[in-house]
C-alpha cells in the first residue's frame, strides 16, 4: 500500500565555479611543481658524476614542498576556487 506522506527529495549540494582550476593560487602552485620537478630531475642527471647532484635533488623535493604549502596558504586567502556552502542539517 501507498501511504499518503509526501515524497521527500533531497537536492545535491551546488557545484562549484567551471573555471578548471584557472586560479591564482592554482597557477601559483603548479608552477612552483613544476619548476621544482624540472630540478630534481637536473638533479638525477647530475647525481650520476657528481655528489651534488643529490643536493641539487633534495632542492627541488623542497621546492615543491614549499609550492604546496604556498598553494594552501593562497587558497586560504581566498585567491582558490570558491568552496560550496552546506546548509545546516544535513
Known sequence: MTENNP???Y????????????TVAAWVTMAGI???VLVS???LVLA?????????FVLGL????VSLIVGLVLRNMGLGQKQV?????R
Open 85 to 89: 556552502e552546506k546548509k545546516a542539517g
Open 41 to 43: 630531475a637536473w638533479g
Open 7 to 9: 515524497e521527500i527529495a
Open 11 to 22: 537536492l545535491p549540494p551546488g557545484v562549484p565555479p567551471h573555471n578548471h582550476g584557472h
Open 34 to 36: 613544476t619548476l621544482g
Open 48 to 56: 650520476a658524476s657528481s655528489s651534488a647532484g643529490v643536493v641539487v
Open 62 to 65: 623542497v621546492v615543491v614542498l
